[in-house]
């Protein structure tokens, strides 16, 4: 039976993650270290099929708290996230101004916003502020939409995909400079602009 305001989406995720959940805690402490080498160096999408099948691995291990076991050594690169301990993996999106790079262990504040370097920090609060503002176009309440709101709306999609490309062309290197690995969100579920709407080859 389905529960109250039980999200499909969620369903699934609970039912990917049974995969992770048969390993034992040095399987999937070994699975988890190798991935990480294999995600270092290197910015990557959010809906990329490794991230995806990395984050449902780190929601068991992190259940487990795989990491505070020390069962295995973390790629070199790696520092330990100080919200939970576990190897610093971050994820950039448009929230990033409240919540700063968030873990993807824990889901937690994995790096403030203000422990960015300033001029990188500069550059993306003059992209998510904007963004933000965008953003709110898809949530004006019916008294607030003018008679023209759809295409405010499709024009707000454009500039949230124009943003989306210059996140992963422009701010997702200069974040690999001091980080070993970043993940970036390619998609705005408020706008409707998923993961191939987002051509960095533009």
Same mark, same amino acid.
């Given at each position: 039976?389905?529960?109250? #305001?039980?999200?499909? !989406? ?6 990917? !993650? ?23 160096? #290197? ?14 691995? @780190? ?26 301990? !576990? ?22 504040? @994995? ?90 080859? !533009?």
């Amino acid at each position: 039976m389905k529960r109250p #305001h039980e999200n499909p !989406s969620d369903r699934l995720w609970v039912e990917y !993650s049974q995969a992770f959940k048969t390993f034992d805690d040095l399987t999937l402490a070994r699975w988890m270290s190798q991935t990480l080498g294999q995600l270092e160096g #290197h910015a990557w999408r959010l809906s990329h099929p490794l991230v995806a099948t990395y984050r449902l691995a @780190a929601s068991v291990g992190h259940e487990r708290e795989i990491w505070h076991k020390r069962l295995v050594t973390i790629p070199s690169s790696y520092t330990e996230a100080p919200c939970c301990r !576990s190897p610093l993996l971050v994820l950039f999106n448009s929230e990033i101004l409240e919540s700063g790079l968030r873990c993807h262990h824990c889901g937690g504040t @994995a790096v403030p916003l203000e422990d960015i370097p300033a001029p990188l920090r500069r550059t993306i609060i003059n992209w998510a502020a904007p963004y933000a503002l965008n953003n709110e176009i898809a949530h004006w309440s019916d008294e607030d939409q003018p008679d023209n709101y759809d295409e405010i709306l499709d024009e707000a999609a454009e500039k949230a995909k124009d943003s989306l490309v210059d996140a992963g062309q422009i701010l997702m290197p200069k974040l690999l400079n001091f980080l070993p690995t970043v993940t970036w969100e390619d998609q705005d579920y408020c706008l409707d602009v998923q993961p191939e709407d987002i051509d960095l080859r !533009s």
